[in-house]
């Protein structure tokens, strides 16, 4: 196992800078400041992730694959994932469980753009995604005096005004992807009750019930939903990436006993059982029993996933679910495609390319779970 020192403390495809320019219009460049600017001409691709800013204060920071910031925006409180839309060149970052913000903004400038608030009963839990065409913003929602989570829809040109909803078919709804085919909507559903009042408390771990859930995107009907088998009812799957083969791949957080070393990782596709990876039990050991991001790489054929408790990240083949590599990052958790490889971001500040660095960069910002590849 690689162990880097000075080691501390979110899908889509990266596209370099001038893909990036191209996507987000000209104004982008002129807009930043001249260390944003000196930033991104130096970026080889550019990333967004939610962070703890040196005064205290929470943010979402657009940067480089070198760890260099070329632009911020305030939070009223912790972000958790990024979605980002290439046709307007806009990004949303949503709340961390259970806020009821969204901040969409410039990546420019890191100016708000606009605000969006989850309807009364309802909080976000983190992730969202654009339609192919940028003109509806999903994002996953939870009921919880329902126990229901949702996804629920926003109409882009409308101000983003929220017009709708679908269930989940679970509770728990954390991430949600967009499949290839751009008709499919994946969501994992984590199966944990929680609600407001009882803070982070899991209300329900006996009777928790975990899946995979594909819905249509435009009229939200129920196309699969596949359950762990009974056993392994306490894997909560919250984060999700999908590989060259239209497979699903999964990461678990294990909410039984710390001695049971249950699989934490495996994949999903419609129509199948859900298929676990085996992976060695020194491996599953330095996970901690807990999965925090899951990648997929650019070409789809490796599946990175991250453990902050474990201070652990594991790259795996996408075709045979063999173990390709073992990084240790002290509370790395944030994950996602650069160039052939995987970048990484702890809490600690570090930015690492994993095929590339050595050790990794320090920022001065306090790096939360996800990254998204612009």
């Known amino acids: 196992m690689r162990l880097l020192q000075r080691n501390g403390f979110s899908a889509g495809t990266p596209i370099d800078r001038r893909s990036f320019l191209i996507g987000a219009g000209a104004a982008f460049a002129a807009g930043l400041s001249p260390r944003g600017a000196e930033a991104l001409d130096r970026a080889a691709a550019l990333f967004g992730a939610s962070c ?11 940067f480089s694959d070198a760890g260099e910031i070329v632009s911020t ?3 009223p409180d912790r972000g958790h994932d990024v979605a980002f839309d290439p046709i307007s060149g806009r990004a949303v970052v949503f709340a961390r469980r259970p806020r009821t913000f969204a901040v969409v903004f410039d990546p420019t400038s890191g100016a708000p753009v606009e605000t969006l608030t989850s309807p009364a009963g309802r909080h976000y839990f983190g992730h969202g995604f654009f339609s192919p065409d940028g003109r509806l913003l999903y994002a996953t929602e939870h009921d919880y005096d329902a126990a ?7 109409d882009v040109q409308a101000g983003y005004r929220r017009i709708g ?16 085919d751009g008709e499919t909507i994946v969501i994992a559903n984590g199966g944990i009750e929680t609600h407001p009042d009882y803070g982070r408390e899991m209300l329900n771990i006996p009777t928790m019930e975990p899946s995979i859930v594909f819905i249509d995107r435009k009229s939200g009907d129920l196309l699969d939903k596949q359950l762990l088998p009974k056993h392994l009812h306490k894997l909560s799957l919250h984060h999700i990436a999908i590989d060259a083969r239209r497979r699903v791949w999964f990461g678990g957080q294990y909410q039984g006993a710390a001695s049971d070393a249950p699989p934490l990782v495996g994949s999903a596709e419609p129509g199948k059982p859900l298929a676990l990876a085996e992976l060695p039990e020194t491996d599953l050991a330095a996970l901690g029993n807990y ?11 490796r599946i990175a996933v991250s453990s902050p408790v474990g201070g652990n990240l594991v ?7 063999k173990v390709l590599d073992r990084i ?3 509370s790395g958790c944030g994950l996602a495609p650069d160039g052939a490889g995987f970048l990484a971001t702890s809490g600690k500040g570090a930015v690492l390319r994993l095929e590339e660095d050595d050790r990794p960069t320090m920022a001065d910002l306090e790096w939360d779970n996800h990254i998204l590849a612009l």
Do not use: N, Q, W
Request: proline content about 3%; charged content about 20%.
């Open 165 to 180: 909803e679908f269930d989940a078919h679970g509770m728990d709804t954390h991430e949600a992807l967009l499949m290839p």
């Open 52 to 62: 703890l800013r040196p005064d205290g204060s929470f943010g979402c920071a657009v």
């Open 328 to 330: 240790g990052l002290a």
């Open 148 to 154: 229901k989570g949702l996804v629920a829809v926003y």
């Open 291 to 301: 999965i925090g991001s899951v990648a997929a790489s650019r070409d789809g054929e």
């Open 73 to 75: 925006v305030a939070l």
């Open 315 to 321: 790259v795996l083949d996408a075709g045979s679910g």
